[in-house]
């Protein structure tokens, strides 16, 4: 569904908004639950019609369709049942197989929209959310909209038709019998509706408390490594065991005020139920009500008002389905902040010219990053930035992926202003190797070609070569269809390094940005990495962070930042006979006494 479609203001009308693609299976599914219920309230005026024949015999009113013999009357009623029964059964089976298709498909729409919706979402929602709750919401939140779905929606329609059927029914029947009947019937909905607003803001909680569990487990299982080298595995039962409790505590709770509902129902339906049996055989043997007719009405009695106890259990699916809905809908309606951008930008056309103009970011009010930072990187040209830890440099890589939105200044690519440009245009046109390396649980090959899904296992091995992963990769157990395992946890530092620079290699942007791409390599890996990045980097814009001075040492320019400023620049040569900072740490790395650096 479009996110520009109008979306209803409470939860329960928005989850209806996604069945507007499936009309015909709603009616079809409303059609077969409406014709079971009526099916299946045929069996206590079958058993009436019984009774009226073995009571009145030839007087029954099945005789008055000609058919005089009782043994006759019988067959006929047993023919009926058999059709009824069937019926019922196909009608069933029916309305269970749609409305369950109808709840997968409406949970499918929903998923893939908040997946697709939160995908769209800055980096900062997500550095300050966590990925447990997140996965709750995708995961747990959207199972409950199907169990409420699957079963809460016939249960309604059903309840519905017995109230118009039976209470029709009664008022025909004997008027001043079925005012008692029903009787309970106000109470039982006053009561259904109140515990309903009673309810709420406790299952609210529940969810509340499983997402902070879930959170709590998901960190767990990603830093697992770490909770064994610290021994730290006994803290951690604790802790998940004081989330869980607090979930048990919630939900118990919750579902003990739940389960107080059916049993005070039943005694509202005991005043319907008596009434009906009191009075009822006081008319049948005072004879102004017919035998057959009270037989069906005791029965009718029950199935009118028993399956409002089933409110219960409905409003407990509601209840838990509508708090889910909540913390879905609040995602959903989560703004994107970043503009999108409307110029398109074809990736042969691009020239690679890179300008900062004045730029001024901060992650917090107050607390600026980088300050008014102007710098120029021409076309095909590679410039390096150094810096000390938090100084800026990642940064400069985030505003211009468009991470971030900068909050004053201009960035241009090739003379245009990077957030007018087509946002997966801009993206596509820059390959960007961080220093923290991800890779998908899946094959070597996959984690090459991602991004570059149509490539060829030929151009793989040549980005690989490239690179300088081919020989490592041959050596794995099963060479490119080596699984990785989640995170490339098989895998070490340098290696993961070296199949990231593969996939940018594949993926050929004309525009570079290495982030500490060769932190994690030995110095032979490494002197052979700057090999290929001296390939890699012919006639393309190149932008290199590097702790490492010694992998800039050839760039066309270098930039010094601290404290979100620009201190130097020039070649490292001319940085070098500054004596400035960069001068400084070059000594550090180096050991080579250049003179006495300026304060």
């Not at 049942?81 to 109808?102: H, V």
């Not at 249960?155 to 038709?161: D, G, L, R, S």
């Not at 209840?319 to 409307?342: C, E, F, K, W, Y």
């Not at 895998?491 to 990231?500: D, E, F, H, N």
């Amino acid at each position: 569904m479009s996110k520009k479609t109008f979306q209803p203001k409470y939860p329960f009308l928005r989850l209806l908004n996604y069945g507007n693609s499936y009309k015909n299976q709603i009616w079809q599914a409303v059609i077969c639950s409406i014709l079971n219920k009526i099916f299946d309230l045929a069996p206590p005026v079958l058993i009436g019609a019984a009774v009226d024949v073995v009571v009145k015999k030839e007087d029954s009113l099945i005789a008055q369709w000609g058919i005089k013999d009782a043994f006759g009357q019988l067959l006929v009623l047993t023919f009926f049942s058999l059709i009824i029964w069937g019926l019922e059964s196909i009608f069933e089976y029916a309305y269970q197989r749609l409305w369950r298709n109808l709840s997968q498909n409406i949970q499918h729409d929903l998923r893939i929209e908040t997946y697709s919706h939160l995908q769209d979402l800055e980096l900062a929602y997500f550095e300050e959310s966590s990925t447990g709750n997140l996965m709750a919401i995708l995961n747990d939140d959207i199972n409950q909209l199907e169990r409420f779905l699957d079963v809460g929606a016939n249960e309604i329609i059903q309840v519905t038709v017995t109230v118009i059927i039976i209470g029709s029914a009664f008022f025909i029947l004997a008027p001043s019998i079925a005012w008692w009947a029903v009787l309970p019937m106000p109470l039982i909905i006053w009561g259904s509706i109140w515990f309903q607003k009673f309810l709420a803001p406790r299952y609210a909680e529940v969810r509340e408390t499983v997402s902070v569990l879930s959170g709590q487990l998901s960190n767990n299982l990603s830093g697992i490594t770490t909770i064994k080298s610290f021994t730290a595995e006994t803290y951690e039962v604790g802790r998940i065991t004081r989330e869980s409790d607090a979930y048990k505590i919630k939900n118990t709770k919750a579902s003990t005020f739940s389960a107080a509902f059916v049993p005070l129902i039943r005694i509202l339906i005991l005043i319907g139920f008596v009434a009906t049996l009191l009075l009822g055989g006081l008319e049948a043997i005072a004879g102004r009500l017919a035998i057959g007719t009270y037989s069906t009405m005791v029965f009718l009695t029950q199935r009118l008002l028993w399956p409002l106890t089933r409110l219960g259990q409905t409003l407990d699916l509601y209840q838990r389905s509508m708090a889910s809905t909540n913390r879905v809908m609040n995602l959903l309606d989560t703004p994107i902040t970043i503009h999108l951008g409307d110029k398109p930008l074809s990736i042969e056309s691009v020239k690679g010219k890179l300008e900062l103009e004045n730029v001024t970011f901060a992650y917090q009010k107050n607390f600026p990053v980088l300050q008014n930072i102007s710098l120029k990187i021409p076309a095909g040209k590679t410039i390096g930035i150094v810096g000390s830890t938090g100084s800026g440099k990642s940064t400069i890589v985030k505003l211009l992926l468009r991470f971030y939105e900068f909050q004053s200044g201009k960035i241009t690519l090739d003379g245009i202003e990077i957030n007018q440009i087509n946002l997966q245009d801009l993206r596509r046109a820059i390959g960007l190797v961080s220093q923290d390396i991800f890779l998908f649980h899946g094959t070597v090959a996959e984690n090459i070609s991602y991004g570059s899904f149509d490539a060829t296992l030929s151009e793989i091995i040549a980005a690989a070569k490239i690179a300088e992963a081919d020989d490592f990769i041959n050596k794995l157990p099963q060479g490119y269809d080596t699984i990785v395992g989640e995170r490339g946890q098989k895998l070490s530092g340098g290696q993961k390094q070296r199949i990231a620079i593969a996939r940018v290699v594949l993926k050929n942007p004309p525009i570079l940005i290495l982030d500490e791409a060769t932190s994690a390599v030995d110095n032979e890996t490494e002197a052979a990495i700057q090999k290929s990045l001296e390939k890699i980097t012919q006639n393309r814009t190149t932008i290199a962070i590097a702790h490492r001075l010694s992998t800039i040492r050839n760039a066309d320019c270098i930039y010094v930042i601290e404290y979100g400023k620009i201190i130097e620049f020039g070649r490292h040569e001319e940085l070098l006979e500054k004596l400035g900072i960069y001068a400084s740490l070059w000594q550090v790395q180096s050991g080579l006494k250049l003179g006495r650096s300026k304060k």
